[in-house]
């Protein structure tokens, strides 16, 4: 893919849209004054983010692409970017006219700040564009009243106040998407159950293979892209639903096996932990003795 169109600043994606810059390092871009006649189809591939950024989509017809599959965008979505994110532009609607809004934002503008270190929080980055978050009547209305405050700093000019009430707006969006996303995992419970279950026969069918051998232990990416979920999306659903990490769950299911393996007493302890796809055997010891409280070897002797 060679069309790639790098947004490096906020000011790359304000161009592209033909759109004031009021800040160098952040912006909300309000599609309804986005001047239409200059806007076409988009004739790159695919964007690279280098910075942040959330859309709020309120048409249909707007296609990206995840892994080789095209995702339509539906109306009143959320859909986040990270710094370094790849998005494939897929076919746009002949008649699609963009509705909604873009807030764009620098890492470069929470140095120093409280939000800095935050960030890892909000895994909704690096979920992939089918896993947006599908907003309420009532939750688009405090979206939009947040990006409200942070246009109305945007608009008055530059003073000691204006890095920290900007950054805290958007600290407090954030926060609302968090919100937002764990009602979304229980409004889709039943097909989060769905996902789980599915999770749950494939990690059995993976202990009870050869694959452990061939490719190591079961990692969470492994069964994120099987079910064609993006890790952190999927680590997140695993979490609300069982109240552990997706890794938590996959060593608790590796030590299930693991004990019943200790019982043959025709295999040595590092027999059984290379089956298992540990490289090293002191590893596999560490590892069962923190979870069951005795030493392989001190299991198969006293049970």
Do not use: W
């Not at 990270?82 to 746009?92: A, K, R, T």
């Not at 952190?232 to 109240?243: P, Q």
């Not at 997706?246 to 019943?260: D, G, M, N, P, R």
């Amino acid at each position: 893919m060679n069309n790639i169109l790098e947004i490096k600043a906020v000011s790359d994606y304000c161009k592209l849209r033909h759109y004031e810059v009021l800040h160098p390092l952040v912006s909300i871009v309000d599609f309804d004054k986005v001047d239409l006649t200059k806007y076409t189809n988009e004739p790159y591939e695919a964007f690279r983010y280098h910075c942040y950024a959330v859309f709020l989509k309120d048409a249909k017809g707007c296609k990206l692409q995840y892994g080789g599959k095209d995702y339509d965008y539906d109306e009143g979505t959320l859909v986040f970017m990270g710094p370094g994110q790849l998005v494939e532009l897929g076919d746009y609607d002949p008649d699609y006219v963009p509705k909604g809004y873009a807030l764009l934002f620098h890492p470069d503008l929470l140095l120093g700040t409280e939000l800095a270190k935050k960030m890892h929080q909000y895994n909704f980055f690096s979920y992939s564009t089918h896993e947006a978050l599908h907003l309420s009547t009532k939750e688009r209305k405090v979206i939009l009243s947040v990006l409200d405050k942070i246009q109305f700093e945007l608009e008055q000019n530059l003073d000691k106040h204006s890095k920290k009430l900007i950054v805290a707006n958007i600290e407090l969006f954030l926060d609302y998407c968090l919100r937002f996303y764990d009602r979304q995992f229980l409004t889709r419970e039943v097909v989060n159950q769905g996902s789980l279950k599915k999770f749950d026969v494939l990690l059995n069918e993976y202990l009870s293979s050869e694959k452990p051998k061939t490719h190591g232990l079961p990692s969470v990416r492994y069964f994120a892209d099987k079910l064609h979920l993006s890790p952190n999306y999927f680590g997140d659903l695993v979490k609300k639903e069982t109240e552990k990490s997706a890794q938590e769950y996959i060593q608790t299911k590796l030590i299930e096996v693991a004990k019943e393996k200790v019982f043959d007493h025709s295999k040595s302890v590092s027999e059984i932990a290379y089956e298992l796809g540990f490289k090293y055997p002191q590893h596999f010891s560490r590892l069962f003795k923190k979870r069951v409280g005795q030493s392989p070897k001190d299991f198969r002797m006293l049970n």
